[in-house]
């Protein structure tokens, strides 16, 4: 099957740093969401991008289909950003089901 | 509009006994997916449904797994005989089509005593 690696799998930055989150698929896939689990453990959506760049707000994405990766940008971190980032990719050879990575843990200090 | 929502929001139960976890998606959207986390890791694929078929079900761990779900909305996953293993956070999504963006509701957190 597929494998999604994200990484680094531990982060922490000081309020108002900048980071790159990675992560790498190892088949070709159809779709990709970039997801922030908040410590109340809700999933919130950040991005759904098969390719190309997208930006909302502070946070930027971007996905390279035919090198298979994607990287989630976050700008002028604040505490709230704090949480557990996932990649997720739908597998061109599975159903339209998402797998996840093992998502990247943010801590962001003030 | 209103999320997807998830109930119970906790449960606690002893092992060997049936829970019942309940999904109601977003209105209107025809896909319809059960993940699991266990702590500290990544969501795992259980089902995906497809109006009120289920193209996809391999995922479900065990034959003590099954879910439905009716009138192209409500999902129910059932877990007969718990066992201590089960416990985890059971996560629903659903989306406007297959392959379509998925939204995750807030989970039930299932504790197996």
């Known amino acids: 099957g597929i494998q999604v690696e994200q990484s680094p799998p531990d982060l922490i930055l000081q309020e108002g740093a900048n980071s790159t989150l990675r992560c790498n698929f190892s088949?070709?896939?159809?779709?990709l969401q970039w997801f922030h689990q908040n410590p109340w453990g809700q999933l919130i959506n950040l991005f759904y991008?098969?390719?190309g760049t997208k930006q909302n707000g502070r946070l930027s994405a971007t996905t390279v289909a035919t090198e298979r990766y994607s990287l989630l940008y976050i700008s002028s971190s604040q505490t709230t950003d704090s949480g557990v980032y996932f990649c997720a990719v739908e597998w061109r050879d599975s159903s339209y089901k998402l797998i996840f990575g093992s998502g990247t843990r943010l801590l962001v200090r003030p | 509009g209103a999320g997807v929502s998830q109930s119970p929001s906790n449960k606690v139960t002893e092992k060997g006994k049936d829970v019942e976890l309940r999904c109601d998606p977003i209105s209107g959207h025809t896909a319809l997916y059960w993940y699991r986390q266990r702590l500290g890791q990544g969501l795992e694929f259980l089902i995906y449904f497809q109006g009120n078929s289920a193209p996809d079900k391999s995922g479900l761990p065990s034959d003590r797994f099954s879910a439905e779900r009716t009138g192209e909305s409500v999902s129910t996953l059932t877990i007969q005989r718990t066992q201590q293993e089960d416990s985890a956070v059971y996560l629903c999504?659903?989306?406007?089509?297959?392959?379509?963006?998925?939204?995750f509701g807030p989970g039930t957190r299932l504790t197996v005593l």
């Open positions: 088949d070709s896939v159809n779709n």
């Open positions: 991008i098969p390719s």
């Open positions: 999504a659903s989306s406007p089509l297959a392959g379509g963006e998925q939204f």
